[in-house]
Antibody, heavy 121, light 107 residues
Framework: EVQLVESGGGLVQPGRSLRLSCTAS????????INWVRQAPGKGLEWVSY??????????EYAASVKGRFIISRDDSKNIAFLQMNSLKTDDTAVYYC????????????WGQGTPVTVSS | DIQMTQSPSTLSASVGDRVTITCRAS??????LAWYQQKPGTAPKLLIY???TLEGGVPSRFSGSGSGTEFTLTISSLQPDDFATYYC?????????FGQGTKVEIK
């Protein structure tokens, strides 16, 4: 059974950093791209970042709203993807989901349960 | 950047109704469109990808159509489990832009 489990969320002050983890099981992690998608309280879904599989170059992409502040990475030996979030702003407050890239395009076929991040002083 | 616009934002319907949600892209995306269902407090669930391909395990009352810039999600006979928020998402490039969502409420 495919599973994605996020961790690392919490309350953090503006300007500080936080690292989220996404632990995968039930599939060959190294074969798939991984995305982070967030949802602010009462709002819709916003794509945040994407890392391709190693066979596809493990290259990364970011939404304009987080480019230069967030860093996505992966450790295929441990089946984990990370989202390092720096210089956090109150607008970054959201539930953060990791989601697996579909095999035939960057839609999201499996999602984790999400981890909440609150940026507040 | 490609913008996605869904309509309506909210839809009130009864069990058994046929329901249609529209999603428009600001530029052509061929058929690179997915639909998701989200219930409160839970992660989104993939329903349809490539505009009309039903994800495994999704009931056949859900269907998708369209290409280019205009797409629709249809629920042929609304069931109690279908009251939720629905999102479209384009994946023409790596950036997966979502529509703002359509909440399907009980009439």
């Amino acid at each position: 059974e495919v599973q994605l489990v996020e961790s690392g969320g919490g309350l953090v002050q503006p300007g500080r950093s936080l690292r989220l983890s996404c632990t995968a099981s039930g599939f060959i992690f190294g074969d798939y791209g991984i995305n982070w998608v967030r949802q602010a309280p009462g709002k819709g879904l916003e794509w945040v970042s994407y890392i391709r599989s190693k066979p596809a170059g493990a290259t990364t992409e970011y939404a304009a709203s987080v480019k230069g502040r967030f860093i996505i990475s992966r450790d295929d030996s441990k089946n984990i993807a990370f989202l390092q979030m720096n210089s956090l702003k109150t607008d970054d407050t959201a539930v953060y989901y990791c989601a697996r890239k579909g095999f035939s395009g960057n839609f999201f076929d499996f999602w984790g349960q999400g981890t909440p991040v609150t940026v507040s002083s | 950047d490609i913008q996605m616009t869904q309509s309506p934002s909210t839809l009130s319907a009864s069990v058994g109704d046929r329901v249609t949600i529209t999603c428009r892209a600001s530029q052509t995306i061929s058929r690179w469109l997915a639909w998701y269902q989200q219930k409160p407090g839970t992660a989104p669930k993939l329903l349809i990808y490539k505009a009309s391909t039903l994800e495994g395990g999704v009931p056949s009352r859900f269907s998708g159509s369209g290409s280019g810039t205009e797409f629709t999600l249809t629920i042929s006979s609304l069931q109690p489990d279908d009251f939720a928020t629905y999102y479209c998402q384009q994946y023409n490039g790596y950036e997966g832009t979502f529509g703002q969502g359509t909440k399907v409420e009980i009439k």
